[in-house]
């Protein structure tokens, strides 16, 4: 199985800040058939299902504001809120998609300082 | 406009078979390239990848539950069936099922959950 390790486990940012989150694969899910990296990032939300927000480890899914970002390549991704919103309190994950099982990282939960 | 929504049993007992059904609508899972896949979130805790089936009856299982799960489609009813045998309560989980496209991987439409508790 490839391990995602996400870091930090939580994160406290004062709005209008930046936040970044990082994620490590335990190998390359980089696919050099394609140059795609088959990572996407979600948002959960309290009591909701996760969002997409992130596929091939950088393209915006449709309507995500663009203050979300996605970068990396091979085993080491970030996602950047640049400017973070009240709305942006949330857990975020990351998933392999490059094999199975499709594992997510164990989550990292942003909140305002 | 594409829609899945969980159904299944609140509060299953030690030892019994869990089923849950994911009824869909807004896609068709004899369409090419179509699929739908099964993860599950502990209370506070992180999401984990279970099963997922393709329009053309290819299966995936996370080989840590593989011996317990059994995945299958009723394309006529829209449907997407998932069964757990021998639940613990460390099965105790909120259930998601979500749309997914062979050539991509990420979930992009997901349902609601249905939340599973096992207790005696």
């Known amino acids: 199985d490839i391990v995602m390790t996400q870091s930090p486990d939580s994160l406290a940012v004062s709005l209008g800040e930046r936040a970044t989150i990082n994620c490590k694969s335990s190998?390359?899910?980089?696919?050099?058939?394609?140059?795609?990296?088959?990572l996407a990032w979600y948002q959960q939300r309290p009591g909701q299902p996760p969002k997409l927000l992130i596929y091939?480890?950088?393209t915006r899914e449709s309507g995500v504001p663009d203050r979300f970002s996605g970068s990396g390549s091979g085993t080491d991704f970030t996602l950047t809120i640049s400017s973070l919103q009240a709305e942006d309190v949330a857990v975020y994950y990351c998933?392999?998609?490059?094999?199975?099982?499709?594992?997510f990282g164990q989550g990292t939960k942003l909140e305002i300082k | 406009q594409i829609t899945l929504k969980e159904s299944g049993p609140t509060l299953v007992k030690p030892t019994q078979t869990l089923t849950l059904t994911c009824t869909f609508s807004?896609?068709?899972?004899?369409?090419?390239?179509?699929?739908v896949g099964w993860i599950r979130q502990p209370p506070g805790r992180a999401l984990e990848w279970l099963a997922l089936?393709?329009?053309?009856?290819?299966?995936r299982y996370t080989p840590s539950l593989k011996s317990r799960l059994t995945i299958t489609k009723d394309t006529s009813k829209n449907q997407v069936i998932l069964t757990m045998t021998n639940m613990d309560p460390v099965d105790t989980a909120t259930y998601y099922c979500?749309?997914?496209?062979?050539?991509?991987?990420?979930?992009?439409?997901w349902g609601q959950g249905t939340r599973v508790t096992v207790s005696s």
């Open positions: 089936i393709y329009w053309d009856d290819d299966k």
């Open positions: 998933q392999q998609y490059y094999s199975t099982p499709r594992t």
């Open positions: 807004g896609f068709s899972l004899s369409t090419s390239e179509v699929g």
């Open positions: 190998q390359s899910v980089l696919y050099s058939s394609n140059n795609n990296n088959y």
């Open positions: 091939w480890a950088s």
């Open positions: 979500a749309h997914l496209l062979y050539n991509s991987g990420w979930f992009r439409y």
